[in-house]
């Protein structure tokens, strides 16, 4: 199973590198890995998303916070959250097929962020599942290259990752 895992960790050289360690040691996937500093500079908000049953990820938890540089951490996925991720995805955009591509990219509320006369350049951002859905419309014989941020998750109403 699919799990989000937020984690509040000291901003300071080697921090990441350690949870990261920890996952390859054990032998663990990353599937995403997005991390950031926070509203106060002595914190980074690192959000991870691996697979696996419950047992693993409780080892996975349990094995983080043992990391000295981890202030906090949560697993999303245990009740409700948001997840968001950002797409950017050059597209063949050619004779009539430019206004197809237009189309599509309105319908799943994307942006066209450049325009050449052959490529359009969207943004597009949503859950896993939109911008995979958008990839399997437009088809992947017009993707020319794509870029994803990896997922950035929030808990949602009162639940709040802070010290």
Do not use: C, W
């Amino acid at each position: 199973m699919r799990h989000i895992i937020a984690v509040l960790l000291e901003n300071e050289a080697g921090a990441l590198s350690r949870v990261v360690g920890l996952f390859s040691q054990r032998n663990f996937n990353i599937e995403t890995l997005t991390v950031a500093p926070t509203e106060d500079p002595t914190l980074s908000r690192l959000t991870v998303t691996t697979s696996g049953s419950d047992r693993v990820i409780e080892q996975i938890t349990k094995q983080l916070n043992k990391l000295i540089e981890v202030v906090k951490l949560v697993d999303l996925t245990e009740g409700e959250h948001i997840e968001r991720e950002m797409m950017l995805i050059k597209l063949k955009a050619t004779g009539q097929h430019r206004d197809e591509v237009k189309r599509t990219v309105d319908i799943f509320r994307g942006q066209i962020v450049d325009v050449t006369s052959s490529i359009y350049t969207v943004q597009l951002i949503g859950d896993q599942g939109k911008l995979d859905a958008f990839i399997s419309a437009i088809g992947e014989a017009y993707v020319l290259e794509t870029v994803r941020t990896g997922v950035s998750g929030i808990g949602r109403g009162d639940k709040v990752l802070s010290i």
